[in-house]
């Protein structure tokens, strides 16, 4: 097994819990000396620094959410001053305003050691030559992987996204062993290595460090099997710090949060009461060593749950399970909750079923449907119409079964969904609801 800094990972649960308090009591006392929508929330809960006496009373705390960030846009929430604010990144603010995000030196440091920590427990080394593909910008996810990995001193390509053929070439010129990018855009560069005619063999790549949207357990196989890599999930969100709050090991038994930076509950997203470890809901997230930017129980909106035993590989920090999706992903159809992740895993056990594929929803009448276009090989494609009919009727059977509902199964060539170079759009909801 691999570790960065292993008297940190393998902490025993008692001296971890200890570190959480205090930091935790930390950063209880400066939100409230520093950011006035924290002191105005926690005397509106009737909450006082000297409440939090121990980990179970961070129930007691308000919760922080994306709308928290607007309303204070765009430095509301920070606990310096600009002058000790050395870095700021940005959501894009399609739909609304952006969320912004701030760090001080200090997190700079804290988050290039978080990536290095899980850059390492995927197999990276300073040998590494890591070609990184996610976007650079105000994007975090770019950045923060660059210095994770400039930090255990591999060698990083910083191809950011797009421009897939030039990044093949990379790949080949350049001997990468390890990629990070999203899970969608990797199946592509895939596609346009096969019309390149390169194979997997042709390349030094070992392993991928693929996040920022969902993916299951069924892509994984599709990704490891088709480039012939290892392929690893890491968890992170801007507001929180970015990538590297959560990382699989090379168990792959669940991602391991960071828990001497980050404290994780999970809660039934309607009554907002914690649940039980193993029971999935929503991930919420306090940070305990953030200065710029503390945030307090975030409701990241992720679907999980949570393992507090120790792993095989040793690591004594609480994993996570692959995120499900996003409660904002969802969609609500006759009163059943799908998310993509769901979809995805059924068409993947589907013989000559690609893994792209569309979920529209529309309202006809008073009646909710669900259509799913699936990509299909180009061999079946070209076959006889009775053949993908079948096909049609086994998948609309598969798509019943596990998911309670029925839904209208269209066929479609290949490479005619479009295809995305960052998190892949996979709904279309056009119902006015």
Known sequence: MSYWDKEKECMPREQLRELQLRRLKETVYRVYAFVPAYKAKMDQAGIRPDDIKCLEDLEKLP?????????????????????????????????????????????????????????????????????????????????????????????????????????????????????????????????IMQEMGIEPADLKLKAGIFGAEPWSENMRREIENKL???????????????????????????????????IAEVIDPLSEKVLD????????????????????????RDLTALDRNICDCGRTHTRMRKVLGR??????????NVFPSMVESVLLNIPGVEPHYLLIVERKGNLDQLEVQVEVSEKLFS??????????????????SALGINAKIRLVEPKSIQRSEGKAKRVIDRRNI
């Open 63 to 191: 919760f922080t959410t994306k709308q928290d960030l607007r309303d204070n846009y765009p430095f509301g929430l920070f606990a310096l001053p600009m002058s000790e604010v050395v870095r700021i990144h940005s959501s894009s603010g399609t739909t609304g305003k952006p969320t912004v995000v701030g760090y001080s030196k200090k997190d700079i440091d804290t988050w290039s050691e978080l990536m290095a920590r899980a850059l390492t427990s995927a197999g990276a080394t300073r040998y590494s030559v890591i070609q990184n593909a996610y976007g650079y910008g105000l994007f975090t996810g770019g950045l923060g992987v660059h210095y994770g990995a400039e930090k255990i001193g591999a060698s990083v390509i910083p191809s950011s996204g797009g421009n897939t053929k030039r990044q093949i070439m990379l790949m080949q010129d350049f001997g990468t062993t390890e990629l990070t990018c999203t899970p969608s855009y990797v199946l592509f560069m895939y596609e």
């Open 228 to 262: 012939k890599i290892k392929a690893y999930d890491i968890y992170g969100l801007s507001e929180v710090i970015g990538p590297g709050v959560a990382i699989e090991c090379a168990c792959k038994q669940g991602l391991h949060i960071a828990e001497d930076h980050f």
């Open 277 to 300: 470890d193993g029971s999935q809901g929503e991930l919420v997230i306090t940070t305990i060593s953030k200065e710029a930017l503390p945030i307090i129980r975030y409701r990241t």
């Open 327 to 336: 409660s904002d992903d969802m969609v609500i159809i006759r009163g059943v």
């Open 383 to 400: 076959d006889e119409v009775r053949k993908l009919e079948e096909l049609g009727a086994v998948i609309g059977k598969e798509m019943e």
